[in-house]
């Protein structure tokens, strides 16, 4: 799915499919969750969450998945176990659009 030129978060979200809104507003929900000081934008023309100006997390929707971003071998470690199910390389975690949000993961 290419990548839309937005201004928002709203925007990127109604710029998907409607199969992937429902996903990635949950999406958008567990990080704000999570961090709820962070500045929500847009860079790189995908959502990502700041805190004192750093990008802390990202987030993409693509045709038949999501993913988050950065990860690292440190996050990959503590979290294996639960990360198992997902396509995870090179500082992207890769979730299916089809499969439950895991949203205490992503918290």
């Known amino acids: 799915m290419p990548m839309p ?3 928002s978060v709203d925007d990127y979200i109604a710029s998907q499919p409607q199969a992937a809104q429902v996903v ?13 000081k962070a500045e929500e934008t847009i860079s790189y023309k995908i959502p990502v969450y700041k805190l ?10 693509w045709k038949k998945h999501y993913s988050l971003y950065p990860s690292n071998a440190r996050l990959v470690a503590a979290f294996k176990d639960e990360l198992r199910p997902y396509e995870v ?4 975690i890769r979730f299916p659009l089809s499969d439950p949000v895991p949203v205490k993961l992503i918290e």
């Open 52 to 61: 004192h100006g750093r990008p802390v997390i990202y987030f993409a929707g």
């Open 5 to 7: 030129n937005v201004k």
């Open 24 to 36: 990635l507003e949950r999406v958008r929900t567990a990080i704000r969750k999570a961090l709820p």
């Open 89 to 92: 390389e090179k500082g992207t």
